[in-house]
């Protein structure tokens, strides 16, 4: 396996990763993490329901771009979820500022896949 292919696994592996470990820690914390959420989805979903889908979301996206296969869409799909978390909780930068790397990186690999 040459530099780049083994550059590419470590940095969907990274992302996948903190996709999972999110879904799996709000689902065994529920309280933790829904905070996180808009308040306007808060009233529109009930926090289970919130959580779950939300959950099932991330784990769909952390497998996808395990997969390797046609990883266009879950990396951006990460990247706007990831800059939604940060403009819609800007007041936590102070947490959150790793979410803008993650964020980047997930843009990068979308565009390094782009129509590949």
Not at 11 to 38: C, E, K, N, Q, T
């Amino acid at each position: 396996m040459n530099r780049e292919k083994i550059s590419y696994l470590i940095l969907r592996v990274g992302l996948a990763f903190s996709f999972i470990y999110a879904a799996v820690r709000a689902y065994m914390d529920p309280l933790s993490w829904i905070g996180w959420f808009p308040p306007f989805l808060q009233q529109v979903l009930p926090q289970d329901i919130l959580l779950l889908s939300w959950g099932i979301f991330e784990i769909v996206i952390g497998l996808w771009i395990l997969s390797g296969k046609n990883i266009f869409i879950p990396t951006l799909l990460a990247a706007l979820s990831l800059g939604g978390l940060v403009v819609f909780n800007w007041s936590s930068m102070d947490i959150l500022f790793r979410d803008v790397s993650l964020a980047l990186i997930s843009l990068a690999l979308a565009i390094s896949t782009y129509r590949k």
